[in-house]
Every structure is written in C-alpha cells, then in structure tokens.
C-alpha cells in the first residue's frame, strides 16, 4: 500500500483546474516561456537571473519534444552543422579558435563525469607544481544546484558575475550576426538551452585564457552539441550501456556508433574494457576513422592509491583519467615523461583528492546518516546500491529509507528491480528498504523550482499528478509488499518526511540509513537542501 501527499499546483499559484486539458496546459507554457523572451529583451538588468530566465526561454517545451518523438525527428549531423554556424556568429573558428582550448572529449554512458572530474583534478595538481597548465577548464552536465558549475576553471564553478558577463555577450554576437552563416543555421535563431551553454563555454574558456579544457559529452557523441572540436588532444570513451533509447538506439552497439563519433583523425583515442558487441563497433569506427584506439585495462600502477569508491568500475574510470591527462600534458609541458612504474605525487594526489559532488556521498545529521548518489540506468543503479550496502554495514542496522526520482523516462520503472533486490539479498533478514519514497523534481513544497532547476521539457500533467512516482510506486509494491511507499510532492518534503522518519524510528542509538538515488536533477536539489548551499 502506498500513500500519497498533495499541495499546490507549482504553476505560478495556478491551480490545476485552471487547465481544461493538457494541450491547454502546454499551450499557457509555450506562451509563457514566449512572455518570458519577450519580457528579458526588454529588460535593462543583466544579472545572473536575468541570465537564467533568459536561458530558460531556449528550453524545448515538451509538447513539441512530444511532437517531434511521435514524427520520429532525431539528433542527425545538422545538429553539429548548426553549432558551427553559432560558433561563425560569436566570432570563432571550430578549427583554428577551438585547437586553443587543447581539448580533452570524454562520452560514454557510465562513469564519464567521473573520468572528466579525475582528469580536471590532474591537471589541477600539475598546474599547483609545475605551473602547466595556466588554466584548466571542465564542462559537464548537468548541473546539481546552479547552472554555472557546468562551465568550470580551475576547477571552480564561474562566479554569478562572469557567468551573466559572458553570457549576455553571446547573446549580444547572435543578435548582432543574425544573418552570418545563414548557410549553417536559420537567421535571427538561438541555439537551445544545453547547446546555448556549450557554445558559451567555448567563449569563456577563450576569453579566459584557458589553455587546456576538459569536455563531457551530454548525449552520445557522433551529434552532440560538444563535437564540434575537429582536433582535440585526446578522446576517452568511457564504459557503455543501455541509456537515452530514443535518441541513441535500444542496442549497446547502436550506442556504441554515436560514442565513438568523437574519435578523431589525428588524435589519440582510449577506451576501457567493454561488451562484446560494443568493443567491435568502437574497434571498427576507430579503424574507418584512422584513429588508433587504445582499449587500457586496469593501471598497475594505482595499486596504493585510494580510488573512492574502492571498486573496479572507479578503477576503470581513473585509468583512463590517468592517460588522457598523460596525453595532454605530453602536448602542453616540455618537461613531462610518463613514468612506466608509477604515478606522478601528483596524479596520486589529483585521483586521491578529487571533488566529485552527487556521486557515493555521505552525509550525518543527529540521527540520519544521508547516503547521496546520482544513478540513472540499471546497472549504475545496482552500483549505488552495492555501494550504500557497503556503507551501511558499518553504521549501524537502522531502518533503511530511500528517496527516489528518474523524471520524463518511461523506461526507468524497470530500474527498481535491481536496486530492490539487491538491498534485499544483502539483508540477513531479507528485508530492504523499510521505506521507500519517490518524489518529483521539484524542489520546494512552497515556492517550486529553485530558478536553475526550471525544466519545460517534462509533462507538466505528470509532474502535477505525480504519473511517474504513482507508477514507481505500483512497482515497488509488487517487488516488495512490506514495505511502505509514500509518493511525494517535492524534494524538500520528501527529506522533511525521512527526517520525521528518523525522528519517530531511530531507538538505542542506531540511525536511520537514507539513500537518495536516480536523477542527477533529485541529487542536486537534495544537496542544495541539506547543505542550504547555492553552488556546488
């Protein structure tokens, strides 16, 4: 059995009858996010909300992300050819301008944020010793609470100030070049809300003087937004999986063709072991491109160096950290030589020390110890649940709470079954989680979404009438009838909830072991939550 909260509709105090159907409902947003547009060219202030408002103006509404799913419109080689155009119209070059930035293109379905936080934190420690390089910068996605940390130099987020600079002076170039390289892109038109960042990006780390700059691909690779670099120092392919079906294929090898299209002519490419299937495609797109693919297993020489978590996935990741950093230092300091028998002080200290937030992170309140890992397909599921088992093993038997949201994927109710029966196999008892509660995306009970949080590309329907978190909880009663569901309006309520869990369950000193997994977005609000923190 399982319980649900209700509160107020979180459109603009409109409650939800306002809507006489849902193509009424997407229709006020369209017109909204148009006001909105309309409202900021008008608007004097240039602030950094101005610049998130602004930003969120480009996000596709899902009733046309609905309607281009049904006419089976995909990602194909014009998305590539139209962030050219961008680039010609802010004033740089994919070949000349971009070769500046020594970039580092990491893809891959699991572990690829990792790879790029253990490469970026490398490179950090090199330039805090040898003074190589100058700058460093990292660009991911998504966000975890504000926007400005996907664009990132020495391993900081940009300040609020520096992001609204750069950003508005993008937007001021394609307003002023309109009608150049119209051959490329339409006139008068903007790229959308990631595309828009990732050209930014590339006009912040050139203002910047950065001089070598670590790219994570956000879906696949062959048409992401990022692969506009023609010559990047080296590419990583970290390990494949099933992930983003519609866009990229149902099949690991279908998956694997659009990941191996950031492997370039003329640039060192490294992968780690991978399935059968997947390995062959990697094999045979590296061979038609001319680029010798490296397939690296486990470095010997991280033997004594405290990878976190300690497991052989994380392993994989900073191996193949460690030799694109190897590769890019080889380019950017005169003085480098590998060392064939071990790491580099500073490689151990860049690994060792790695800041990689929402990823296998603990959190201890009085009597709740939180257990926080973003996790978003079956297998990095099972990982976050082998690895809160680990965790919990040593912190007491309190009862067991999980927080759990995987919004706008249909395909993610068949997530729960790993996560629910690997907690319950590891259980003495067999029992797993005693409670188990699933939440929306949004992040506040009162006032909604936090600014960098506004998301058009979900059914708003859904998100009001919770659809997804009834069906995850439909699910998990049928995996496991004991326990108890509750389905939750926001994030701030479903932490309230576990809290007063903990307060009403926690007897003779044990704590209440909470795991908040799924959607990066969920991690990142949670975060924000529990450490009252606006950038991480």
């Known amino acids: 059995m399982h319980h649900v909260l209700k509160r107020k509709s979180i459109f603009g105090g409109l409650p939800a009858t306002s809507f006489k159907s849902t193509t009424t409902r997407n229709t006020f947003i369209s017109i909204l996010i148009s006001h909105r547009r309309r409202h900021f060219l008008a608007m004097a202030s240039r602030t950094y909300n101005d610049a998130i408002d602004a930003l969120n103006s480009l996000q596709t509404p899902f009733a046309v992300i609905e309607a281009r799913r049904k006419a089976g419109i995909r990602p194909d080689a014009n998305s590539v050819q139209e962030m050219r155009g961008y680039l010609a119209r802010i004033g740089y070059s994919t070949s000349s301008d971009l070769e500046k930035l020594n970039i580092v293109h990491v893809a891959g379905t699991k572990g690829k944020g990792s790879t790029c936080a253990f490469v970026d934190s490398i490179l950090s420690k090199w330039h805090q010793t040898k003074g190589v390089p100058k700058k460093v910068g990292l660009f991911t996605s998504p966000h975890l609470i504000a926007v400005r940390e996907r664009i990132r130099i020495n391993s900081r987020p940009i300040s609020e100030d520096m992001f609204a600079k750069y950003f508005f002076e993008v937007w001021d170039?394609?307003?002023?070049?309109?009608?150049?390289?119209?051959?490329?892109v339409d006139p008068g038109t903007k790229p959308i809300y990631a595309r828009y960042l990732t050209l930014m990006s590339y006009h912040v780390y050139l203002s910047e003087g950065v001089d070598v700059a670590i790219y994570e691909t956000g879906i696949g690779g062959e048409y992401d937004a990022t692969n506009v670099v023609e010559r990047p120092v080296a590419s990583g392919i970290s390990t494949l999986g099933i992930d983003h079906v519609y866009v990229l294929g149902d099949t690991v090898d279908k998956i694997a063709w659009h990941k191996a299209g950031i492997l370039?002519?003329?640039?060192?490419?490294?992968?780690?072991?991978?399935?059968?299937?997947?390995?062959?495609?990697?094999?045979?797109?590296?061979?038609?491109?001319?680029?010798?693919?490296?397939?690296?297993?486990?470095?010997?020489?991280?033997?004594?160096?405290?990878?976190?978590?300690?497991?052989?996935?994380?392993?994989k990741n900073a191996t193949l950290a460690i030799a694109l950093a190897e590769t890019a230092l080889k380019k950017l300091d005169p003085d480098f030589k590998r060392d064939e028998a071990a790491l580099p002080r500073e490689f151990v200290d860049g690994i060792e020390q790695v800041v990689w937030r929402g990823r296998c992170e603990v959190k201890e309140e009085d009597n709740i110890i939180w257990h926080v890992d973003g996790a978003h397909t079956v297998d990095s599921l099972k990982m976050a649940a082998r690895w809160f088992i680990e965790e919990t093993k040593a912190e007491g038997k309190g009862p067991k709470v999980l927080i759990f949201n995987q919004q706008g994927r249909s395909e993610a109710v068949d997530f729960l079954d790993g996560l629910c029966n690997t907690v319950k196999k590891a259980d003495p008892t067999g029992r797993g989680f005693q409670h188990v509660i699933f939440c929306t995306n949004v992040t506040y009970a009162t006032t909604g979404y936090k600014r960098d949080f506004v998301n058009h590309q979900y059914n708003p329907a859904d998100i009001e009438k919770m659809t997804q978190q009834r069906i995850f909880a439909e699910k998990w009663a049928s995996l496991d009838p004991s326990a108890k569901i509750l389905v939750i309006p926001s994030i701030e309520e479903a932490i309230n909830t576990a809290r007063g869990l903990a307060d009403s369950e926690g007897k003779d000193g044990s704590k209440v072991q909470a795991l908040i997994t799924g959607s990066l977005h969920l991690v990142g609000g949670a975060l924000g939550i529990l450490e009252k923190a606006d950038a991480l």
Do not use: H, M
């Not at 170039?173 to 490329?184: H, I, K, Q």
């Not at 797109?285 to 497991?311: F, H, N, S, W, Y």
């Open 173 to 184: 170039r394609l307003e002023d070049n309109s009608t150049v390289a119209t051959d490329l």
């Open 264 to 315: 370039k002519r003329g640039s060192p490419g490294f992968t780690i072991e991978q399935v059968g299937s997947a390995a062959e495609v990697l094999k045979k797109r590296a061979e038609e491109k001319g680029v010798d693919l490296k397939v690296l297993e486990v470095d010997q020489r991280l033997r004594g160096v405290r990878v976190r978590p300690d497991a052989n996935f994380q392993k």
